[in-house]
C-alpha cells in the first residue's frame, strides 16, 4: 500500500475530495428536474416532512419545557411511522433529503431541493472512492476511479432519485472503507460503528455488510480485526437506534 498523504500538507491533501463532492452535488443539482418522478418519492417526500416537523416541534417544546405532548405514542407514530406499506425503511435517507430541501429551498424548487438528498450520498460514495483508491495506488488512480464513478449511466441517474438505493449504496462502500481501515487503527473501528449504524438506519439489507468482511478480515487479518467487531456489535446499534 502507498501512503503519499503523509507528505501533503492539509490544503494539498483535501482540496481534490472537496472539489470532487461539491462538484457532484452541482452536477445533480443542474440536472434534478431532467428525471421524472419515481414510484417511491412522493410517500418519502412526506415522510421526511412529517419527521422534521416531530424534531422542529420537539425543540420548540424543549424551549417551553413540556415535550409531554411530542413523545406520545400518538405523535411519535403520526411522525415516524406514518405509511409503513409505502415507507417500510428506516429515516436516515429521508432525513437528509429533508434538511437538503431546507438548505436548497431558496435556489431550487421543492422537488429539486428535496432530492439533493441522495446528490449529498452520491457526492460522499465518489469522495470516498477517490481517498481509498489514492491510499492503495496514488493520485491518478483516485482521480480516475471517482470520475467513472461519476460517469456511470446508472449510477449518475439513481443520484437524483430520493429513494434508499444509492444511500445504502453510498454507505455500504463507506462502512467497507471504515472496516478496512479499521484494522490498523482503533479511532477508524469507532467510525466504523457510526457507519454501519448510519447504514442500518437507511435500509434493512445493511444487515448483510459484515458478512463478507469478517469472512474476509478472519481469513487475512486474523489478528487485527477485534476492534472492528466491538464497534460493529456495540457502537452500531446504538447509532441505529438514535436515528
Same mark, same amino acid.
Given at each position: 500500500?502507498?501512503?503519499?498523504?503523509?507528505?501533503?500538507?492539509?490544503?494539498?491533501?483535501?482540496?481534490?475530495?472537496?472539489?470532487?463532492?461539491?462538484?457532484?452535488?452541482?452536477?445533480?443539482?443542474?440536472?434534478?428536474?431532467?428525471? *421524472?418522478?419515481?414510484?417511491?418519492?412522493?410517500?418519502?417526500?412526506?415522510?421526511?416532512?412529517?419527521?422534521?416537523?416531530?424534531?422542529?416541534?420537539?425543540?420548540?417544546?424543549?424551549?417551553? *419545557?413540556?415535550?409531554?405532548?411530542?413523545?406520545?405514542?400518538?405523535?411519535?407514530?403520526?411522525?415516524?411511522?406514518?405509511?409503513?406499506?409505502?415507507?417500510?425503511?428506516?429515516?436516515?435517507?429521508?432525513?437528509?433529503? *429533508?434538511?437538503?430541501?431546507?438548505?436548497?429551498?431558496?435556489?431550487?424548487?421543492?422537488?429539486?431541493?428535496?432530492?439533493?438528498?441522495?446528490?449529498?450520498?452520491?457526492?460522499?460514495?465518489?469522495?470516498?472512492?477517490?481517498?481509498?483508491?489514492?491510499?492503495?495506488?496514488?493520485?491518478?488512480? *483516485?482521480?480516475?476511479?471517482?470520475?467513472?464513478?461519476?460517469?456511470?449511466?446508472?449510477?449518475?441517474?439513481?443520484?437524483?432519485?430520493?429513494?434508499?438505493?444509492?444511500?445504502?449504496?453510498?454507505?455500504?462502500?463507506?462502512?467497507?472503507?471504515?472496516?478496512?481501515?479499521?484494522?490498523?487503527?482503533?479511532?477508524?473501528?469507532?467510525?466504523?460503528?457510526?457507519?454501519?449504524?448510519?447504514?442500518?438506519?437507511?435500509?434493512?439489507?445493511?444487515?448483510?455488510?459484515?458478512?463478507?468482511?469478517?469472512?474476509?478480515?478472519?481469513?487475512?487479518?486474523?489478528?487485527?480485526?477485534?476492534?472492528?467487531?466491538?464497534?460493529?456489535?456495540?457502537?452500531?446499534?446504538?447509532?441505529?437506534?438514535?436515528?
Amino acid at each position: 500500500m502507498m501512503d503519499s498523504s503523509v507528505s501533503e500538507s492539509p490544503v494539498a491533501r483535501w482540496s481534490v475530495p472537496i472539489a470532487l463532492f461539491f462538484t457532484v452535488l452541482l452536477l445533480v443539482g443542474l440536472t434534478a428536474k431532467d428525471y *421524472g418522478v419515481a414510484w417511491d418519492e412522493p410517500p418519502y417526500f412526506y415522510a421526511s416532512h412529517l419527521h422534521l416537523k416531530w424534531i422542529i416541534d420537539l425543540g420548540g417544546a424543549l424551549a417551553t *419545557g413540556d415535550i409531554r405532548q411530542n413523545l406520545s405514542d400518538q405523535n411519535i407514530k403520526a411522525a415516524w411511522h406514518w405509511n409503513p406499506y409505502n415507507v417500510p425503511h428506516p429515516p436516515f435517507s429521508r432525513l437528509i433529503s *429533508g434538511i437538503a430541501k431546507l438548505v436548497f429551498d431558496p435556489v431550487l424548487d421543492k422537488f429539486s431541493a428535496y432530492r439533493m438528498g441522495p446528490a449529498f450520498f452520491f457526492g460522499l460514495l465518489v469522495t470516498v472512492m477517490y481517498l481509498w483508491m489514492k491510499e492503495l495506488f496514488d493520485r491518478a488512480t *483516485g482521480l480516475f476511479s471517482a470520475l467513472v464513478l461519476i460517469l456511470t449511466p446508472n449510477l449518475f441517474g439513481y443520484a437524483h432519485l430520493a429513494v434508499t438505493d444509492l444511500p445504502l449504496a453510498s454507505m455500504w462502500f463507506l462502512t467497507t472503507y471504515c472496516f478496512w481501515k479499521g484494522l490498523h487503527h482503533w479511532k477508524w473501528s469507532v467510525v466504523l460503528g457510526l457507519a454501519w449504524g448510519l447504514a442500518l438506519a437507511t435500509k434493512f439489507p445493511a444487515l448483510l455488510i459484515p458478512l463478507p468482511l469478517i469472512l474476509w478480515a478472519h481469513v487475512f487479518h486474523r489478528d487485527k480485526y477485534a476492534n472492528n467487531i466491538l464497534a460493529l456489535l456495540f457502537l452500531a446499534p446504538v447509532f441505529m437506534v438514535a436515528v
